[in-house]
């Protein structure tokens, strides 16, 4: 087991390196978050690291004195037990001790909470996102509105997608249509539900509301790096849940307008002509390589 687990650990650095010619998406031993993509799953990452320097002393320290007193006050060495029952001292410790490390914990758990429902822009794009039993409703709300559904990719359809590398198209994850959004652009997503809840979850984005039938729900975020990003509906919703994965493109804003203008018309040739160009662009970036 531990020879696994450090097999695991020692793989890691090599797949996080791996991961960034790649798709964002969960992988084997994965210890830590996905890696950011956005100012605010940034944030979420340091207030879990920042979290970890109060829960791993507080764990040692415990274990510590449980040892402590195990050791110290067995019965064999301990034949006529104290019959203390009161420390003052002690107990104003371990009362305003706890509560200072709350309140540590307490203002930047709510700084970062207040952050998240307090976007720092407008939106410059509005998005819609239905969850169906068992895949996802897109609907761009622009001056031309462009809706289509986004569903988990059939091993038999790949062929004909285009989508037979299973390092950036993985299984389980790869969609047939993705969300395609511009990079570093304050975008909008309005989530309901069609039949029964699901929830709309993007980690690397540090996103994750659910969509409720008859309610809105909204949330954003503003993607600081292009690839391709995976996420999963995160709200048992069903027989299909596992299948209904939710993938998203961050693309440069030219890309972004050549696909938007060309989906209205013809989606799967506006999809091919984006990967063609985002392509182009990797074959360029490894030749200067
Ligand atoms: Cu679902």
Redesign the pocket.
Known sequence: MMKRIIGGLSALPVLLSAGVALAQQPRDWQMTFQPAATGMMEQITWFEHYTLWFIVPITLLVLALLGYVILKFRASVNPTPSRTSHNTLIEVIWTVGPVVILLFLAVPSFQLLTNQYNPPEEPKLTIKAT?N??NWDYEYQNQQALSFNSAILADKDREAAGKTDLAAYPRLLTVDNELVVPVNTMTRVLVTGADVI??FAMPSFGIKVDAVPGRINETWFKAQKEGLFYGQ?S?L?GKD?AF?PIAIRVVKQEQYDAWLAAAKSDLPGAYKALSASIEAEHSVASAAN
């Open positions: 969850g039993q068992w699901h929830a509906c709200e919703c849940h209904m």
